[in-house]
């Protein structure tokens, strides 16, 4: 499966921004999607997650302020961020990971396959 991410941009501290990560060339729905972030300096990091059946994890500085969802028909995982803070600032990456339905979603980046391209955020002051 390939993915494309997308929606990033500046906003002010805050704001919101709505991530968007696009799939094609497989079969959607047969995975788990993850949102990581990585910004200058320090290592890749979890944010959220939405597992094939819905289950949801976040990360827990932005538990309350950002929202993952999916729509297996569009093959599109959201990233709804709101309250954004200088802290958010990093390079924004979706990625998908092969799983029977009923697995718990995972939080380590070493089970994802396929990754997408990035999207920066930029948060000001």
């Known amino acids: 499966v390939q993915l494309q991410a997308s929606g990033g941009g500046l906003v002010q501290a805050g704001g919101s921004l709505r991530l968007s990560c696009a799939a094609s060339g497989g079969q959607f729905s047969r995975y788990a999607i993850a949102w990581f972030r990585q910004a200058p300096g320090k290592e890749r990091e979890f944010v959220a997650a939405?597992?094939?059946?819905?289950?949801?994890k976040y990360k827990e500085s932005v538990n309350g302020r950002f929202t993952v969802s999916r729509d297996n028909a569009k093959k599109t995982v959201y990233l709804q961020m709101n309250s954004l803070n200088v802290e958010d600032t990093a390079v924004y990456y979706c990625a998908a990971d092969n799983v029977i339905l009923t697995a718990p979603v995972r939080t380590e980046s070493r089970y994802y396959e396929f990754w997408g391209q990035g999207t920066q955020v930029t948060v000001s002051s």
């Open positions: 939405i597992g094939r059946s819905g289950t949801i």
